[in-house]
């Protein structure tokens, strides 16, 4: 009894001043790159696809099955931003890996090794190798695609973060409703009712100075249709999109390092029919990537 409460004691001194600062609000504040702003990006993803065909007694006619790899080093610097705007309408991207794996072939990029200046105008993305010409067709489409969907986000910033100062352990709302135009152009038509997003603070510490916290966010959605156009196909009740990502990064708005890793999963079951015979379609897609963010200092 009396070595217990002298333990207790002990750990109450020592721990006493940690416990007392998990109980400390903080203000998140994630900082926008601005103009001359340099970083140094480091991304790497992998999605699987399987799309399996069942007959009527639940036999598999096909399966289908991709695997994709990504994974882009560069370093990005903003050439043009003006007051107000989520995203530069210049900059400039030094690439030291671009490549993707496809099953067993791996494309590496025509810009590997090479710097590429991005412009935005009113027709859309620009694509140029410093010094020389112009992306175009294949050579820009893995830029364009990425453009395209950066366009269609909102502020994801604003979007996650909370009214005020939160604590460790506290959990708040996101508007996942804003989210629903850039997933339609994913190729993926939600119920933007039945949304539902939440994050909450992990833990926080201090690197270099800064204040660097850990949120944890997830985001689901019933989903009603996949794909666009005449490939459009609704899908039966009970398919969910569930988006997970856990942010690590400076929390204080002094710096735009960090890190995140996230997981995209998305199951869906389609009645379907060719030839007059009646099939199933389960899709199933998960996805997994990292993404690594580190503010270099202005020249």
């Known amino acids: 009894m009396v070595r217990g409460a002298w333990m207790a004691v002990a750990l109450g001194i020592v721990l006493g001043p940690c416990w007392a600062g998990a109980q400390e609000s903080y203000p998140i504040k994630l900082k926008d790159n601005g103009k001359g702003d340099t970083s140094q990006v480091d991304k790497q993803s992998a999605e699987k696809t399987e799309i399996k065909v069942l007959d009527a007694q639940g036999n598999t006619v096909q399966n289908t099955q991709r695997d994709k ?33 496809t099953g067993d072939k791996t494309e590496t990029l025509p810009y590997q090794g090479k710097t590429v200046l991005i412009e935005k105008t009113e027709a859309g993305y620009r694509f140029r190798i410093e010094g020389g010409e112009e992306l175009l067709g294949k050579d820009a489409e893995t ?37 629903v135009g850039h997933l339609a152009k994913s190729g993926m038509e939600v119920e933007a ?62 710096s735009c390092s960090g ?6 999963q998305v199951d869906a079951l389609i009645d379907t029919e060719a030839g007059g015979v009646k099939l199933k379609v389960t899709f199933t897609v998960h996805g997994d990537g990292q993404h690594a963010h580190k503010e270099l200092p202005k020249k």
């Open 259 to 264: 890190s995140s890793k996230y997981t995209t």
């Open 143 to 179: 830029l364009d695609k990425e453009f395209k969907r950066l366009d269609s986000q909102p502020d994801m910033n604003k979007l996650m973060l909370p009214a005020g100062p939160v604590k460790v352990g506290d959990s708040w709302n996101i508007k996942v409703q804003e989210l």
């Open 69 to 101: 790899n990504e994974v882009l080093v560069y370093r990005e610097t903003i050439l043009e931003k003006f007051d107000g705007q989520i995203r530069p309408t210049r900059l400039k991207r030094e690439y030291e890996k671009a490549q993707i794996k």
């Open 193 to 254: 009712a039945g949304g539902t997003g939440t994050a909450k603070l992990l833990r926080v510490y201090q690197q270099d100075g800064r204040q660097f916290g850990v949120i944890d966010l997830r985001i689901e959605f019933p989903l009603k249709a996949i794909g666009d156009g005449v490939q459009k196909q609704v899908v039966q009740p009970g398919a969910k999109v569930n988006l997970r990502t856990v942010l690590d990064a400076c929390i204080d708005g002094t």
